[in-house]
């Protein structure tokens, strides 16, 4: 973690995404059987051909998949972003001594999506508020049409498309942000943990955890009131 100081802020840089490899593993065992073994076939004669399948499933998969994979290897870091909304909430005086805290990353909307998700998890908000906030981040963010994968007609060869881009996976079939993905990440959370707040038991930000986050919003909601 990477951390700059000033009088007036303060930048904390927390990588979500930091375990390459164990993304792409998940992103592999997601794939059914028959494509995972023909993709491990396939790199006798062509290397990386497993990976780019994986890519290819993945942009199928839309966001819902990409965030299922991001919560499960990376919960480390998501939780580490959480303890460090605590702390700079917190403040060193305790209570009411903190600052106010504005987290993002390149889009706006994929990993600060699942981390906005989390924090009103934590808060008890319904899943209706969340969906309906991570929503509208398409709209905010310069008016995408909310679509999970291209949907205009084109034949397009994505894996030409992706290797153009610089990567294994044509970010473009990530756009916007539709309602259903957020619903099927929290269906996916509760499919394999039971609830979110199991899932940040299996993290390490157990319940006072949750609850110093729940006391710190509410805090500063009465200040914002006043």
Known sequence: ?????????????????????SFWDEAIDRMDFGERTLGFLQTV????????AAARNLEKGG???LYSIMLATASGPLVEALRACVRES?????????????F????????????????QSCLNESDDKIIEAYARSGELLGGED?????????NLDTEKEAEQSGGLVD?????????SAME???????QRYGSVDSYLDAASFDESQRNLLRELVSEARSIKQE
């Open 146 to 154: 909310g679509n999970a994968v291209k949907n205009n007609g084109d």
């Open 1 to 21: 973690k990477n951390e700059m100081s000033s009088s007036s802020c303060r930048l904390l840089h927390i990588p979500i995404l930091r375990n390459v490899d």
């Open 45 to 52: 004669f062509k290397a990386g051909a497993l990976d780019k």
């Open 171 to 179: 970010w473009s079939y990530f756009r916007g942000s539709p309602a």
């Open 90 to 102: 917190k403040g060193d005086g305790g209570i009411g001594t903190g600052r106010p805290i504005i």
């Open 184 to 190: 099927d990440t929290l269906g996916w959370i509760r």
């Open 63 to 65: 966001q819902a998949m």
């Open 104 to 119: 993002h990353c390149q889009k706006g909307k994929d990993r600060t999506g699942v981390l906005a998700m989390l924090i």
